[in-house]
């Protein structure tokens, strides 16, 4: 191992990115954040697009803040990694040069698109849709470049090539502008592109131009070396290292979606899930064997960490969710939580489905929209929040059972993202809701997943594990509490009745029945025990 070993971990979320500066023996040295829009309309509430000038540009605000609060001098940077939000999603003409903005992870307007890709699937017994869980969705690779192509015939011509977010940062920091040369990330292509080694890489040309005629040929277009992030996708220009000012040739690793690398960040082990919470929730977990299950429309060899099979489900919204039902009631979260810690289980008498943004797991459908059940005339914008919360949790353990249920060990579960750290009573409810402990790492996960990545493409550690044992932080454990969980132990059946009920297309009143007197039971029995 080197003497001293220093590495810049670099984070791109959805309204900022973060870069942190880790020492290998005092770890976190110091960070810098810098924050870019993102463009949503009114008009049309699937829309969200970012421009790529504008992440790069924070990146280099990023960075002069981070070397500045970590005292570290650029020249010192040993291996520089990135990981970003996905499917984020940009077309691309000669040069690699942008033709258009990101469609970013949480652009929804691809839906129709997805439903088409999925449907010929289907109709032709495609192997790779398995692997997704059964349904593609409006959040991935191929249905935003569809319907980019649908809807901007002018550019179509122009199109060269189209990128996740992370495999076009590595390509423009390395100064790769050759659509052959593109390092392409088996955590971001496996997962949101259909791309599967044993299965011979993409779908075929005939698959694709069933779909639209405007795919035709697609796969000989997504192009480049596909690889794990152990690998390096290249070297740092010199021409970004000016810009950030590293030294140039350090290495940088092949990219990783911001979540994923935020398990690894947790210290996500054989057994473990974590829970990336945030303004969605990812849901993440290893396993030796690449066990496909309905649903769940991520089991990817070699994402999350290399040498095992990484697993991908959620919600597609969270913290979302919460600022919604604030901004209704023209307040803030942190106005809202005061107090919240003194709910107790099933209170409210509200039950709350958060498909506010669709639903990603398990019905993996974008076409949905939040429900919230048992109004009364005294509820208030406080009892919607906590109702939020015990809902998001439900959720999360329907997709732990179903992970289960296809031979998935869940012996711990780690809560991150940035939710957890700061609000007490969500690890409570889901510690209840889900009855086993939850852990809480003890610091902020955030970019420790690059900053291990980094450290394996300097070789100053040779595997994942030990450089978690090294950087990762500590955790606080959240027992349930008895009486909580036995109160949601009644109310998850009804919620996983709801769920089903609702979220299919063959819902009626008789499914239904009976599931507003149960709420008030409970919550009338729930203040009566108080």
Known sequence: ???VSIVAGVDFGTLSVRVSIFDHQKGRMGSGVAEYPLVRKKEDPDHATQKHADHMEALVLAMQRALSASGADGRQIAAIALDTTGSSVVPVGEGLVPLDDYYLWCDHRAWQEAARITGVAHDVNL???RWCGGTYSSEWGFAKLLHWL?????KRSRMVTALEHCDMAAATLCGITEPAAIPRSICAMGHKWMWNQSLGGLPSDEYFGEVDPLLAGIGNRICGRFATSDQIAGRLSPLWAERL?????IPIPVGGIDAHWDAVGAGVGLGDVVNVIGTSTCIMAISEQPNLIPGVYGVVPGSIHPRYTGIEAG???TGDIFDAIARRANSSVTALSQNLEHYGAGETGLLRLTWDNGDRTVLVNPELSGVTLGWRLTSTAQDEL???IEGTAFHTRLILERMEEYGVPVHRIINAGGIPQKNATLNRVYASVINKPILVPQSDPTSIGSAIFAFLAAGTYPTVEEAQAALCPSYATVEPDPRDATVYAEMFPIFRKLYFAM?????GPAQMSGLLPALRRIAT???CRE
């Open 245 to 249: 000012g590293l030294s140039p040739g």
């Open 150 to 154: 649908r809807n901007n015939p002018e």
């Open 127 to 129: 192997e790779a849709i």
């Open 315 to 317: 919600l597609s919204a």
């Open 386 to 388: 906590f109702a939020a």
């Open 1 to 3: 191992m080197p003497h």
């Open 525 to 527: 029995q729930a203040i």
């Open 503 to 507: 979220g299919s297309k063959d819902a």
